[in-house]
């Protein structure tokens, strides 16, 4: 498999505690990983480093892109933030998304900021949007939808880019079970369907059983790593080998090829 991501000896400090103690850790392009591990144990704090949101005191963490490899530990403010908005997406439970901007604004805004134009940025949007089950709620704002559709415009806007890598922290935290799930299957067939790598720090167990490959941390190590499949083995294959759709999430997934041939 091709690393996309490569952590060596990641080591990050706060005042009295060692969030990361020379983590080493590959995510193969393609994988969707769950980290999980105790609450203090530093699951968010690698999710953070690797995402270039947090400087890591100590290690490297490297990009594979098309072009070259990029160091993100070693990249100004400048590169790193342009890295991030072009190279990564992010769905976190809350705060990635404008509550006074509508739906599609929230999408197409992703698009804008990296120097799309708004036509193109909103037509694409409405794209990823309807693809997500939210046909006619583009112009609705985030108070007027649901908790479960909220999420879906955030996985929305972390696609829409054509980001790599996407980082999920505690998607589904705030959601009742049925709806945790509705959103996770739109999640994972939607990164597995554009051949994106997911890491997601959960929790939830199914969460963590729905990925695949499982990563625990305890006390800011690795201490264990399935490192093979453990469910749904056609989350990893590329667009072109997705199942048939038989479901409406899968349905959603097919449409995402067109979302991005145009
Ligand atoms: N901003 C901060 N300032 C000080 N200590 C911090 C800060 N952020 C995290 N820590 C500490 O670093 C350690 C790892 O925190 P982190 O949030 O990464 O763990 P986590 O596994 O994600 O926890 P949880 O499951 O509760 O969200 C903990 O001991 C935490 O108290």
């Known amino acids: 498999m091709n690393a996309i991501l ?3 000896q990641l080591t990050k400090h706060y ?13 193969n392009a393609g994988e969707s990983i769950a ?16 995402a270039g949101i947090l400087r ?8 594979n892109t098309p072009s070259a490899p990029m160091r993100l ?19 976190f439970q809350q705060g990635m998304l404008l509550p006074e901007l509508t739906a599609l604004e929230n999408v197409a805004l992703a698009l804008m900021l990296n120097g799309t134009d708004r036509a193109t940025s909103e037509s694409r949007a409405a794209e990823w949007l309807a693809a ?7 112009q609705r704002r985030l ?20 980001a790599r890598v996407v980082f999920a922290d505690e998607p589904t935290g705030a959601l009742d079970s049925a709806t945790s799930k509705e959103v996770l299957d739109v999640l994972l067939h939607s990164v597995a369907a ?6 997601v720090v959960t929790h939830d167990p199914n969460v963590a059983a729905r990925c695949r490959r499982v990563v625990e941390l305890r006390d800011g190590r690795i201490v264990s790593d399935s490192g093979s499949p453990v469910s749904a083995p056609s989350q990893a294959e590329p667009s072109s080998q997705a199942a048939p759709a038989s479901s409406p999430a899968e349905a959603a997934t097919a449409n995402f090829k067109g979302a991005f041939n145009v």
């Open 6 to 8: 490569h952590a060596q």
């Open 15 to 27: 005042p009295g505690s060692i969030a990361l103690d020379h983590v080493d850790f590959i995510a």
């Open 35 to 50: 980290i999980i591990g105790p609450s203090g144990s530093g699951k968010t704090t690698l999710l953070h480093c690797l």
């Open 56 to 63: 890591p005191d100590a290690g490297s963490i490297t990009l």
């Open 73 to 91: 530990d070693t990249l100004g403010d400048a590169a790193l933030s342009r890295l991030r908005r072009e190279e990564f997406g992010f769905v």
């Open 132 to 138: 997500l089950g939210l046909a006619g709620m583009e």
């Open 143 to 162: 108070g007027e939808l649901s908790g479960g559709q909220v999420q879906r415009v955030a996985i929305a806007r972390a696609q829409v880019t054509g």
């Open 194 to 199: 554009n051949g994106r790598t997911l890491l």
